[in-house]
């Protein structure tokens, strides 16, 4: 007799936070990432420049960036 296929679990669920910076993380020499899920950065003002292990992104006000995830990256703030 055989056994059913066990799929493995898809992940699901939500988690939001915010979160307010004054000082660029490579000033700091600071890498994140999440091995939760994607991460998805919107920022509310000015621009930031975010550094992945893919190459760099621009994302200004307002518009969306998604980490994938397990891809470490690290912010800056345009101008510093």
């Given amino acids: 007799r055989m056994r059913p296929r066990l799929w493995p679990r898809m992940k699901d669920g939500l ?31 000015g621009t930031l420049r975010i550094t992945t292990e893919l190459g760099k992104l621009t994302v200004a006000s307002k518009e969306i960036c998604v980490i994938p995830r397990g891809v470490k990256f690290s912010v800056d703030l345009e101008g510093s």
């Fill in 15 to 45: 988690s939001i936070s915010y979160y307010s910076c004054k000082v660029s993380m490579s000033d700091k020499k600071i890498a994140m990432y999440s091995s939760d899920g994607d991460m998805m950065i919107v920022p509310q003002e």
